[in-house]
């Protein structure tokens, strides 16, 4: 039997299971709450920004992978997109901030004011665009590949406004984007090496390298002893399922669920811990045989440390 692979959750989701887990009146409630709100918009933000890229039909071949992290050495950097043509590489960083924001050459601060006017200073981020090149140039350059690489920077916020911009720089909206990629692949020289860039997308996608994630009660300083343990049931989201018959149950709805174990792992992973014991996984469930536990836990093929009782069950980590 194939033991199967356990993922994290996506930041959303595991946001949204984390809130749901803490009392009403937690400390960390309404910032978490807010926090999800600008990952959700974020994500939406992105997903505009990929279905418009579509737009872009340049009479040359062009390939576009996105969310892509790569490492050099200990160096790691996260890529919303990267552009791929023949002329050169295109790093597109996504931006989702709303208001009417300004760009101060004289002092280099990046700046918006919301709609209740108040003023809020945020990282330029044509710091980080440019950073970004330079590593996808030094990555490229050490597998002997020479192409160009620009950049652009995507506002993927509906609700934004330009009230002063550098000037020269490639930053756009959203329904912008496909201009603003001609633009720069108009500026690329004509002549390049020969390169197949359907090997070369490949070449990326094996070498990427998943962002780190550190479990959210560690990240939000939230003690575990504050987050409600139990299997959640699926159908009434309340929590408490019990092992019955080599099954779970729900005891408001009377719902079974043979698997309603595995998104409990998922969210012990994304919230508590990089690591899992036999009695850790026992109280996160709500479990007391041992050995029932042993048996759910084997179903998995996890990375394993250690031996009887002090054996730690842990996430593979991608091929």
């Not at 199967?4 to 009146?25: D, Y």
């Not at 090496?193 to 070498?207: D, F, V």
Request: one cysteine or more; hydrophobic letters at 35%.
């Amino acid at each position: 039997m194939e033991r199967e692979k356990i993922e994290l959750m996506s930041m959303e989701t595991a946001l949204s299971s984390l809130i749901g887990r803490l009392p009403s009146v937690h400390l960390q409630r309404n910032y978490l709450e807010g926090k999800l709100h600008r990952t959700v918009a974020g994500i939406r933000g992105e997903e505009r920004m990929q279905q418009r890229f579509v737009e872009f039909q340049p009479d040359e071949e062009v390939h576009a992978l996105w969310d892509i992290g790569l490492a050099i050495g200990s160096w790691k950097t996260q890529f919303d997109g990267i552009v791929l043509t023949k002329r050169g590489a295109i790093v597109i960083d996504s931006k989702n901030i709303s208001g009417k924001l300004h760009f101060d050459d004289k002092t280099g601060e990046f700046y918006r004011f919301d709609n209740n006017d108040v003023k809020e200073v945020f990282d330029d981020p044509r710091i980080q665009l440019n950073k970004n090149i330079r590593f996808l140039s030094k990555w490229l350059a050490r597998k002997k590949i020479h192409l160009p690489v620009s950049g652009l920077i995507v506002f993927t916020a509906k609700s934004c406004e330009f009230i002063a911009r550098p000037k020269g720089k490639h930053l756009c909206k959203v329904y912008q984007m496909p201009e603003y990629l001609f633009q720069i692949l108009k500026a690329f020289p004509l002549e390049a090496e020969p390169l197949n860039l359907p090997k070369l997308k490949k070449h990326i996608l094996s070498a990427h390298v998943p962002y780190p994630r550190t479990p959210l009660s560690e990240k939000h300083f939230i003690k575990v002893s504050e987050i409600r343990t139990g299997v959640q049931c699926q159908t009434c989201k309340t929590y408490g399922m019990k092992r019955i018959k080599k099954s779970w149950q729900c005891a408001a709805c009377g719902c079974r669920d043979r698997q309603a174990h595995h998104a409990a792992l998922r969210e012990y992973f994304s919230l508590i811990d990089e690591h899992i014991t036999n009695q850790a996984f026992r109280e996160w469930c709500g479990l007391e045989s041992r050995s029932v536990a042993t048996r759910l836990l084997a179903q998995f093929d996890f990375e394993i440390a250690g031996e009887s009782k002090a054996r730690k069950y842990s996430l593979k980590k991608r091929d």
